[in-house]
């Protein structure tokens, strides 16, 4: 069935290094990969998102790559900062009503 | 900038009762999700409705588990007999794609969710 691999499940970076975090996806028929961050008690929120007839997307600090023929996909944050600190959620769906499958989640903290 | 409403925040309820989550999706969307968070784990597709009809739906959204639009606002999911394990965070999520001009793929907007403990 789909599934979404997510790398690493805790990452912790010093303030301004640069932030990666890498996932996979199963399903081929997947053409839409957008990026969550989840802060405590609230839902996740899109930061970022790519299509598949893009290979790369950079928006600020923050860019994702997406590698259709590995299925990889990864974002990176560079010049981190505290209020990065968070919960990212990679997904991936099929196409316009489908179901947004999530990774696992990567926690991210940023040290002072 | 509009969102996507929840209530009640937080819900305690007793094993085998029955509970109703709402949430008010974006006025102009026209897909509606449920997805939930167990404690520190992933975010799970429960059920996708669209035209007032589920769409797709996950194992975990059994005979249990029932969504509806009842006034064209509101979307609740219906759990009928509340099980432990049934204690999550659920989110309530919409999204558009209507339209010639709307960019396939939107996205999909959350609401902070309800977190029900049941006890």
């Known amino acids: 069935g789909e599934n979404v691999e997510q790398h690493p499940s805790t990452l912790s970076v010093q303030e301004g290094d640069s932030a990666v975090i890498k996932c996979t996806y199963s399903d081929s028929a997947s053409n839409y990969f957008p990026w969550y961050k989840q802060e405590l008690g609230k839902g996740p929120q899109l930061i970022i998102d790519?299509?598949?007839?893009?290979g790369e997307k950079k928006d600020q600090r923050i860019a994702v790559t997406l590698n259709k023929t590995a299925k990889h996909f990864s974002l990176h944050i560079t010049e981190t900062q505290p209020e990065d600190s968070a919960v990212y959620f990679c997904?991936?769906?099929?196409?316009?009503?489908?179901?947004?499958?999530f990774g696992s989640g990567t926690r991210l903290s940023i040290r002072p | 900038e509009p969102e996507v409403t929840q209530t009640p925040s937080h819900q305690v309820t007793q094993m085998g009762q029955e509970v109703i989550l709402r949430c008010v999706p974006i006025?102009?969307?026209?897909?509606f999700y449920w997805y939930r968070q167990i404690l520190g784990q992933k975010v799970e597709f429960l059920v996708s409705f669209y035209n007032n009809e589920i769409s797709e739906k996950s194992e975990i959204f059994d005979d249990q588990f029932s969504v509806e639009r009842p006034d064209g606002s509101n979307f609740t999911l219906k759990i009928r007999s509340t099980k432990l394990e049934d204690s999550a965070m659920y989110f309530c999520a919409s999204r558009t794609t209507g339209g010639l001009w709307a960019p396939d793929n939107s996205p999909l907007h959350f609401g902070n969710g309800t977190r029900l403990t049941v006890t």
């Open positions: 006025s102009n969307h026209l897909y």
């Open positions: 997904a991936a769906s099929r196409s316009s009503a489908s179901k947004i499958i």
């Open positions: 790519i299509r598949s007839n893009v």
